[in-house]
């Protein structure tokens, strides 16, 4: 799966740069698109009633907590899947405000005034109509219909735990079809997962979110930065950043118009970037609907190449830049399949300032399961003749273009004081394990402490001096073949991070396992070489570059 789990294949937000219509062609021969929704009016942000607003959720105990159990396990699951009627019919004909609230605005189903009226008494329906979040049915004094979602969203990070709500447009569930072009996001899996990825601010002066969407990354970047531009080319995704963050009363979030960089000033410089970019592949032909919340309008994974060689420029020295993205594998003039990592290799050597680099590649899909995740993501239900006839535009556009897979990851760029170098990561790590801003934060300051010791033998010396030990999520794990004493295969297991798994010999295996922060490295190393009645010399050069992998992958810590 892209990401972490099966919730990663939800969709991206906020189109950052415009399409280029020269670059459309038809779609020959085929029948013509289903029709595209339109979006509701735009939302309209007023603090006074926006204060009201969150009072009234605050009274009713709406939060994901309170919901989950009122509707129970299975329909909130039901929810991510996008199926709404199991919280319905668990919901039944509940009047109280947490039910009123959570079939309007979680579910969007339409609900008698009366019961909504009560049920925000400081907003009223009159506050509700005027932040544009709800319309009358024809007959006024009848029903309220949702024009947006609100839904709670839990969070946990370096400053404890906490829950947002957040305002979107109505989802395909509540739409029951497809989304509008212009449609904007609420809070999918990549969001949360580019959220659990932030690094902890450290009280950062000033951060950027690069597309912004409905403004959660904002929301979470705020938490550790005084001050946070958001950017987004849609106005309607501005509007619900700035409603969303006056209903949460996060204040300092500041939104600009604009596609990609266009909306900083020159030499604008920020010490966190974040961006969920619109990086999803979308052919350039007609009929093909170009989602702002996804699709960045240019041809196959260039959006994600102007990110990535844009964004140095606008880091202080010492920033840090953390994106999600995609990258193509193709076809080479040879024959030989282009790796995908080494497209983002490219792009950061081409940025105009230098950058240490960490790109994680989660998961490759091939071009068929690429096209079925994301015309499903629009609402388009298989089996149907517009389901076929999307699937075949992403095909031959895949196919014109050499493209034989698409992996999905993360991308953490920093710019170092110096023009100096010192990080060039990139790696496949698969499994579901989730990580943290704080782990990666662990890892980086890991490498800056290795790059500190120098390298060569004066490295080699400085490290073996070091006294380490091993981290408390670390396991090891043995396998024998049946009748033998001696293990064939020793792996050690992280429980946490990323959680990865690494193949380990016995002289390793003893000193990871003899890291509890008392003796140095290069005593441990000279024990175990007369134990294995080997040249500790040759054992140390052997055993250092690894454990400074171990060091920075979090197996191993410094211990002090």
Request: charged residues 25%; hydrophobic residues 45%.
């Amino acid at each position: 799966m892209p990401f972490r789990a099966a919730a990663d294949r939800l969709p991206r937000r906020g189109r950052i740069t415009r399409p280029d219509p020269d670059r459309a062609i038809g779609l020959n021969g085929q029948m013509p698109p289903a029709p595209r929704p339109t979006v509701a009016p735009l939302p309209e942000p007023d603090p006074v009633r926006c204060r009201a607003l969150a009072d009234d959720l605050r009274a009713a105990d709406f939060t994901s907590e309170a919901l989950r159990a009122a509707w129970g396990p299975v329909a909130d699951t039901a929810i991510a899947r996008g199926l709404r009627g199991p919280a319905r019919a668990a919901l039944g004909d509940r009047a109280d405000p947490l039910a009123v609230l959570g079939r309007l605005f979680v579910l969007g189903v339409t609900e008698p005034a009366g019961p909504v009226a009560e049920s925000v008494p400081h907003a009223g329906i009159e506050g509700l109509l005027a932040l544009g979040l709800v319309e009358r049915t024809a007959d006024p004094d009848a029903a309220v219909r949702p024009l947006a979602i609100i839904r709670p969203q839990s969070f946990v990070d370096e400053q404890g735990e906490g829950e947002w709500q957040v305002a979107s447009d109505l989802d395909e569930a509540a739409l029951a079809g497809p989304l509008a072009e212009g449609h904007v996001l609420g809070v999918g899996g990549a969001s949360q997962t580019l959220a659990r990825l932030q690094l902890p601010g450290g009280g950062a002066d000033r951060g950027l979110d690069l597309g912004t969407g409905c403004g959660i990354q904002a929301l979470r970047l705020r938490r550790g930065v005084r001050r946070v531009v958001a950017t987004d080319i849609s106005e309607r995704a501005l509007r619900f950043t700035r409603l969303n963050a006056l209903l949460n009363g996060v204040d300092d979030i500041h939104t600009r118009h604009g596609s990609l960089f266009d909306p900083l000033e020159p030499g604008e410089k920020f010490d966190r970037i974040v961006s969920n970019p619109p990086f999803v592949i979308t052919p350039r032909v007609d009929g093909v609907p170009a989602y702002e919340y996804r699709d960045g309008g240019l041809v196959g994974d260039a959006l994600v190449a102007e990110v990535v060689t844009g964004l140095g420029v606008h880091l202080a020295p010492g920033g840090v830049a953390q994106l999600l993205g995609n990258w193509e594998y193709r076809e080479g003039a040879d024959g030989a399949e282009e790796d995908g990592l080494d497209r983002v290799r490219s792009w950061v050597a081409d940025a105009p300032v230098a950058l240490d680099a960490w790109v994680i590649e989660r998961e490759r899909l091939d071009p068929l399961a690429y096209a079925e995740l994301w015309i499903r993501d629009g609402g388009t239900a298989p089996g149907t003749p517009e389901y076929a006839r999307l699937i075949e535009a992403w095909l031959d556009d895949f196919a014109r273009r050499g493209v034989t897979g698409v992996g999905f990851g993360y991308i953490l760029l920093h710019r170092p004081p110096s023009w100096r170098v010192t990080l060039e990561r990139y790696e496949r790590v698969r499994g579901t394990a989730e990580a943290t801003g704080a782990d990666l934060a662990a890892s980086l300051a890991a490498h800056a402490r290795l790059v500190s010791l120098g390298e060569g033998p004066a490295g080699h010396a400085a490290l073996a001096a070091s006294v380490l030990r091993v981290a408390p999520d670390v396991t090891e794990a043995r396998h024998h073949r049946p009748g033998e004493e001696a293990p064939t295969v020793i792996e050690l297991h992280q429980g946490g991070a990323f959680g990865r798994v690494v193949a380990v010999d016995p002289a390793l295996a003893a000193l990871v396992g003899a890291s509890d922060g008392d003796l140095a490295v290069g005593p441990l190393v000279d024990a175990i070489a007369q134990l294995l009645e080997v040249d500790p010399e040759a054992l140390r050069a052997d055993l250092l570059p690894r454990v400074r992998e171990l060091l920075f992958t979090g197996f191993l810590l410094f211990a002090d």
